[in-house]
């Protein structure tokens, strides 16, 4: 199973982030380990346009995802080897 078919089953549930998020035109936010809320998946081909404002890291793998991070939903890339599910 992919992680994006893995998150698309998870909509709902709470994974974890293993290190911190990259916000574009800010940096590294420090802040490695955050539980978030899966909200919903992109799997348009749109998602790989890089738009989103902030990312694990971005491989080829990545998944663009809509989670709740601090009481906001933000779409973020993210990569098997950076999330957990819970």
Do not use: F
């Amino acid at each position: 199973m992919t992680l994006l078919q893995q998150l698309q089953a998870h909509k709902g549930g709470l994974i974890h982030l293993k290190t911190q998020l990259y916000w574009y035109g800010v940096g590294y936010d420090k802040n490695p380990g955050r539980v978030c809320l899966v909200l919903d998946i992109d799997t348009t081909v749109a998602a790989a346009t890089g738009t989103t404002p902030a990312a694990v890291h971005i491989p080829a793998a990545a998944v663009d995802t809509l989670l709740l991070i601090d009481g906001s939903p933000q779409w973020i890339w993210i990569d098997e080897e950076d999330v957990e599910l819970l």
